[in-house]
């Protein structure tokens, strides 16, 4: 079975009332591949926003969740929380957060973890740095990401697996076509080994990083490159045609 193609916007922490009603406007008005799933990543406090203002079968996730029920927790927000939002998605691992927010392989698996077991769908980022792509550490980096993940579940059927070189975020240095298709085949690889078959066909594995609406064709030519998570180009007009690259 294809796996279906999956477009991730990641406002990242930008936008306001006004402009996060705008892009939803450019994506409610715009004509969409209809095979493609498309989920929208707003700050929280527009998450409930974007959920009024968006067009039935677009989604929203957040950008992130915590890993514990509610509580005296400040400033986090729970699974239960989403739910009740009606947000079924959420991203979690992003490099901005294991690098700024420091957050361990650990950590982020206990969060993707929390999310699975409470309904909740999981943009499970992983990616490398510079330094560790010149020491040829990229495949035992974002495997050793993934195992953190597959000690806590054994269900991958609701995880879409974002590949983001560190690199590459927000610098306008795109991974080549050949790099991206090689770290997500391995990715495969190790999903296959470590995991079964079946997630290795199923799970989604999606590029990020610097993807526009130019470079996002040739990218989705790859046969293991299952869609994007877009950041910059999500909060322009250039989002619709990433989401349309198979067109
Ligand atoms: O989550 C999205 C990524 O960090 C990519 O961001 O498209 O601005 O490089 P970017």
Not at 204 to 226: A, F, H, M, P, W
Request: with cysteine; charged share 25%; hydrophobic share 40%.
């Amino acid at each position: 079975m294809a796996r279906q193609f999956f477009v991730g916007g990641n406002f990242k922490m930008n936008g306001s009332v006004e402009t996060i009603k705008k892009i939803v406007g450019y994506l409610n008005d715009a004509k969409l591949d209809d095979n493609v799933e498309v989920v929208i990543a707003p700050p929280t406090l527009y998450l409930l926003l974007a959920r009024e203002h968006l067009k039935p079968g677009l989604q929203i996730a957040a950008q992130n969740v915590f890993d514990r029920p509610n509580g005296a927790f400040t400033g986090e927000i729970s699974v239960d929380q989403l739910k009740d939002s009606n947000i079924k998605w959420t991203l979690v691992g992003h490099s901005e957060r294991r690098t700024i927010l420091r957050e361990e392989d650990d950590f982020v698996a206990a969060k993707t973890k929390a999310a699975l077991d409470g309904g909740v769908s999981v943009i499970l980022c992983i990616g490398e740095s510079l330094e560790e792509r010149e020491a040829d550490k990229t495949i035992e980096v974002v495997t050793k990401q993934l195992k953190a993940v597959s000690d806590k579940i054994s269900d991958w059927s609701k995880i879409v697996i974002a590949y983001e070189p560190i690199w590459a975020i927000g610098t306008g240095k795109v991974a080549s076509i050949a790099q991206a298709q090689e770290v997500h085949a391995a990715i495969r690889s190790w999903l296959k080994k470590e995991v079964s078959e079946e997630a290795a066909e199923k799970t989604r594995i999606i590029y990020g990083g610097s993807v526009s609406e130019k470079n996002c064709k040739d990218l989705s030519t790859q046969s293991d490159i299952d869609g994007f998570l877009v950041g910059g180009a999500s909060l322009k007009p250039a989002f619709v045609d990433i989401i349309n690259s198979r067109l």
